[in-house]
């Protein structure tokens, strides 16, 4: 009951794909790249019409290997929990749930209980897959939304997307564009501030920093992933807010427990967010190339003086 990944039937092939490459990126070590592609998998879960709570099992106990690979306890530890809440007789959830609560101080108890009962399922031959085609209720369907930062409005859209395109005209092609109901990319807009604002007060290394570094990688992709004309607020709100500056100096700065930033996925996190292809992506690579061309430029400035003063 290593941490090798799991594999398991899903008709949607968005699913299959990127689990597949989960699994494939796993087996590499590459366990980030792995996080990312299980993360996919999980939100295309979502997509489907009737999501399947054994699937959904298998790639959040997946996942959560990745982030016990990564050194990151307490991202398994959630992980660990939902995919047991949501399938209690999957002996491989139990185990990872054992192994993150054994890097939590004080749950030593709770992690050899954990460990019990997944050797009981493992010897009732359960340790391949938790047995059932049960679909996710709705209680679980919302927490995982809440693990992915989907809201139910953005999950609809994003399931509505794939399905076959028609040709609606008219009111009708106005529902079916993509677009969320404007009070959501509000709302979007609002958390994005508020996530800039508490990153301003957080220490480096802060439980506070990563959550609020979490959280707005999630605002920000559902954002990246709408028209232009419907994300425009999100990106006004990110760009008035300082974001790319703020990114960047928690990206650049060495200084506090930079070092925790790197080990609990808060680093990793801000280059995805360099990485989206869309304007919040372009704003914070713009803002980074000026940030390190001011660098180089006192740099060249100090030489120069230096050399002036022989």
């Not at 594999?7 to 597949?20: C, H, I, L, M, Y």
Request: hydrophobic fraction near 40%; charged fraction near 25%; glycine fraction near 6%.
């Amino acid at each position: 009951m290593g941490q090798s990944t799991d594999e398991t039937v899903s008709d949607d092939p968005d699913v299959v794909e990127a689990r597949k490459r989960g699994n494939a990126l796993f087996a590499k070590g590459s366990y980030d790249d792995a996080t990312e592609a299980y993360t996919d998998a999980l939100r295309a879960i979502l997509c489907v019409s009737s999501p399947r709570r054994n699937l959904v099992a298998i790639v959040l106990a997946n996942r959560a290997a990745c982030y016990l690979a990564t050194s990151r306890p307490s991202l398994a530890l959630d992980d660990a929990r939902l995919a047991v809440d949501i399938a209690p007789e999957y002996a491989k959830g139990h185990f990872r749930l054992a192994k993150a609560l054994e890097e939590q101080s004080g749950s030593q108890k709770e992690a050899a209980a954990a460990m019990r009962r997944a050797r009981e399922l493992a010897e009732g031959e359960q340790a391949a897959a938790p047995a059932g085609e049960a679909i996710l209720t709705e209680a679980l369907t919302a927490q995982l939304r809440a693990r992915l930062g989907m809201s139910a409005s953005s999950a609809a859209v994003a399931a509505e997307a794939s399905q076959p395109a028609s040709a609606p005209d008219g009111a009708e092609a106005s529902a079916l564009d993509g677009a969320p109901p404007p009070e959501d990319v509000s709302s979007m807009a609002e958390r994005v501030e508020q996530e800039l604002e508490k990153l301003e007060s957080a220490v480096a290394g802060s439980e506070q920093r990563r959550a609020a570094v979490e959280a707005l990688l999630a605002d920000l992709t559902s954002a990246d992933s709408l028209p232009a004309s419907a994300s425009r607020s999100v990106v006004d709100a990110f760009i008035d807010g300082e974001g790319p500056k703020t990114l960047q100096l928690i990206e650049s700065s060495m200084t506090g427990d930079w070092v925790t930033d790197a080990r609990n996925g808060t680093l990793s996190r801000v280059s995805r967010i360099a990485k989206l292809p869309g304007s919040v992506g372009q704003a914070f690579r713009t803002y980074r190339n000026m940030a390190q061309q001011r660098v180089e430029e006192a740099a060249a400035k100090l030489k120069h003086d230096c050399g002036q003063a022989h």
